[in-house]
């Protein structure tokens, strides 16, 4: 194992974003905060239509409202929560303590498994409705790609999510270890 890497080794020292940017976690966040950005961008710019006889928009996954807000919700919740979560990596080193180290780490877990509970749901939803539309509802096809690609990066959302839980239950492991060396241990250096 490194040293203080998952400790409080390396709290206290200058902030390095190469080495932020090149860890696994940093990336599926960056990742998957776009993923939101194009689920959110593609119904907000293209999920909306209206027909000449009517005034009044409607939502292109089968005039079903509820569908086009769930998408809008979940993808901006999901960006705020990648920038929240990037933020929490940029200052994780900084945590000196590992059992607030800990907690920051289980609030990862939770949070980005909640994620991909909401991202299936919304990909479950999305593709349901999209799959009862009527043609005669959009007869020119107009904003089926973006509502097509709402579809498959709320799916791609789920492993994303996925994976950083997972990567979180990773570093989470980490740290208890490097808890029960310092317990076992606390004169000597970190390994």
């Known amino acids: 194992m490194e040293g203080g890497a998952y400790g409080a080794g390396k709290a206290g020292g200058a902030f390095d974003p190469l080495t932020l940017a090149r860890q696994p976690h940093t990336i599926l966040r960056v990742v998957s905060w776009v ?3 194009v689920v959110f ?14 005034g009044e928009e409607f939502c292109i996954y089968n005039r079903n409202p509820n569908a086009c807000s769930y ?23 900084q945590i000196s303590s ?30 349901n409705q999209w799959q009862v539309s009527k043609p005669k509802d959009n007869p020119l096809n107009e904003g089926t790609d973006a509502a097509r690609a709402a579809i498959a990066f709320s799916f791609f959302s789920i492993f994303t999510w996925s994976l950083s839980a997972a990567l979180a239950v ?8 490097q808890e029960e060396y310092n317990t076992l241990f606390p004169s000597s250096a970190q390994p």
């Open 170 to 177: 990773r570093r989470f492991k980490d740290l208890t270890f």
């Open 71 to 93: 998408g809008v919700t979940v993808g901006v919740l999901a960006f705020v929560t990648c920038l929240l979560y990037l933020a929490l990596d940029a200052y994780f080193p």
């Open 35 to 37: 993923f939101s950005i």
């Open 98 to 127: 590992v059992k607030d180290r800990k907690k920051a780490v289980l609030s990862d877990i939770g949070v980005s498994a909640f994620w991909a509970f909401l991202w299936f749901v919304g990909f479950c939803y999305l593709a």
């Open 41 to 54: 961008g593609s119904i907000v710019n293209e999920g909306y239509l209206n027909t000449p006889a009517e």
